[in-house]
């Protein structure tokens, strides 16, 4: 544009700035005169250039202003990942309803959302005790509580499930809330092992179905995968990673593979460390101190798998193996599944590969 510009001052070198739009024509002209051809290039270079970028910026206005700035969020599910869903969703300026089966849970999961946010309003206002009961109270009053899935979900902009590792379960659970969401909402999972697109296709929703997988503790983890299917529209999944930046998390894209990207590298990494042992190769002790002294791991491999839950750890290596039962990565481990079989399910049980007081 200041190039166009400089035809019009005089004394200025207008050969110069008629070839520049013209490549390496070279258009001489006698001092205050432009050619015609030069001037009626210039201008039209110049009407073209402002209007592709008055079509571009409009281009992007459009497509920001069709993304859903998600307000409401539906939490279905108030077990640990569920909870703390709710409680940073709250915490950011959204309102929050957190459904379960029974008023039991919902008011268990309430207590413990109650104690997180005391321990995260005593660091964030360490010299501010009135401040931190403050926060904590405005982020509860954020967050309702309900029984009945069908009756919340009709106004809300988000759902997100976060219920039992079961296909069938959750295909149930989307299909029915189907028929009660508004249109504009988006139906998002929080599973770590399941097909995004298979419980996508348990609605008539697809486009505005993706994955939403949060790591555990959510108040502390900054990590979330969105996990577009092939059916997920660009608007969907832009809106949920702003969503997710809302909540001051760092959002990473993935398609719908196996395990996204975390758990697709973790467990075939600790299962190899499992049939490292299997072999005799080295002991479990000696692989966990190798990690964490070697790579810099906060926890071996073993330590990990205790830590995760060895029921959960083979869930998901049993889904993968039923999807693509050649792949070696997924191949069953004999020690995992024995310890499963005798219930030692790693922490939470008191014994795993390793035994807990």
Not at 8 to 31: C, H, M, W, Y
Not at 35 to 60: G, N
Not at 248 to 255: D, M, Q, S
């Amino acid at each position: 544009m200041k190039q166009s510009l400089f035809l019009f001052k005089n004394g200025v070198n207008r050969t110069s700035a008629s070839s520049s739009f013209l490549g390496s024509v070279q258009v001489a002209s006698p001092p205050g005169l432009v050619p015609v051809a030069a001037f009626a290039f210039c201008t039209m270079a110049f009407v073209t250039r402002q209007f592709v970028r008055s079509m571009s910026s409009s281009s992007t206005a459009a497509a920001s202003a069709k993304k859903i700035l998600v307000k409401h969020v539906t939490v279905i599910g108030g077990g640990l990942m569920g909870a703390g869903i709710a409680q940073v969703a709250a915490a950011t300026g959204h309102t929050v309803v957190l459904v379960d089966q029974t008023e039991d849970i919902l008011a268990k999961s309430r207590k413990g959302i109650e104690e997180s946010l005391r321990k995260v309003a005593k660091k964030k206002f360490a010299e501010n005790p009135k401040g931190a009961d403050e926060f904590v109270a405005k982020t509860l009053s954020s967050i309702s509580t309900s029984t009945d899935t069908a009756s919340v979900v009709h106004s809300t902009d988000l759902v997100v499930e976060a219920i039992v590792e079961n296909l069938q379960v959750k295909n149930e659970l989307f299909k029915r809330l189907d028929k009660f969401a508004a249109e504009h909402t988006i139906f998002a999972s929080n599973t770590s092992s399941l097909q995004i697109t298979s419980l996508a296709n348990s609605t008539t929703r697809q486009d505005r179905f993706a994955g939403l997988h949060f790591f555990n503790p959510v108040p502390l983890m900054k990590l979330v995968e969105v996990i577009k299917t092939p059916m997920t529209s660009q608007k969907t999944f832009e809106s949920l990673l702003d969503f997710s930046r809302a909540l001051g998390k760092h959002p990473v894209a993935c398609k719908d593979t196996p395990g996204f990207i975390v758990n697709r590298l973790l467990v075939p990494y600790l299962m190899e460390a499992v049939r490292l042992c299997e072999r005799g190769e080295a002991s479990k002790e000696d692989i966990d101190t190798a990690m964490k002294l070697g790579a810099g791991y906060p926890m071996g491999p073993f330590e990990l798998l205790d830590y995760v839950g060895l029921d959960t750890t083979k869930f998901i290596l049993d889904g993968w193996h039923e999807m693509d039962s050649k792949n070696p990565l997924f191949q069953p481990c004999p020690s995992l599944n024995k310890l499963v079989a005798e219930k030692k399910f790693g922490k939470k049980s008191g014994e795993g590969f390793y035994k807990y007081k």
